[in-house]
């Protein structure tokens, strides 16, 4: 969670650049722990890539999903995903360089999954800004929780597995 897939041709983006992408977006989302983030670059080959029935190497098409809900307390960072265009804008602000800059066609499409269905190495992740959730932003790595806490199901919740 995030989880960022840039469908795009095998030579649109230098090692460098993708590197680039990856860290401007992880920066985007600095109120999580880094390992989180998570950035994928997918080879599509021209003759595989169409827009309007024809080839093309020079157009970009990314999913970023999310696997949190602003139920859970994750506000700050995703709540503008799911009601409004702010954080859309702030996100393609991140990425301009790379697409407006770059001369290329692209499109975005961002999605709020179930974070009933999110685990990070087996554990349930912890309350966004938690004792548990800063530790493993501290260690930049999941580690199994010290504080239960209870759910609004009624029972309680920890990393363990």
Partial sequence: MPFHRFYCSPNLYTKEEKQAIAQAITKFYSKLPPFLVLVNFIDVDKDSFYVGGEPNDHYL?????????????????????TISRPWVEAYEKVIEPFTKGKGIGWELQMTNDDPTFWNANGMHVPPFLSEDFMKWKELNRPVEWEHAVETKAGGLNSGET
């Fill in 61 to 81: 098409r990314i999913n970023v999903q999310h696997s949190a809900n602003p139920v859970q307390g994750y506000v700050d960072i995703l709540y503008c995903a």
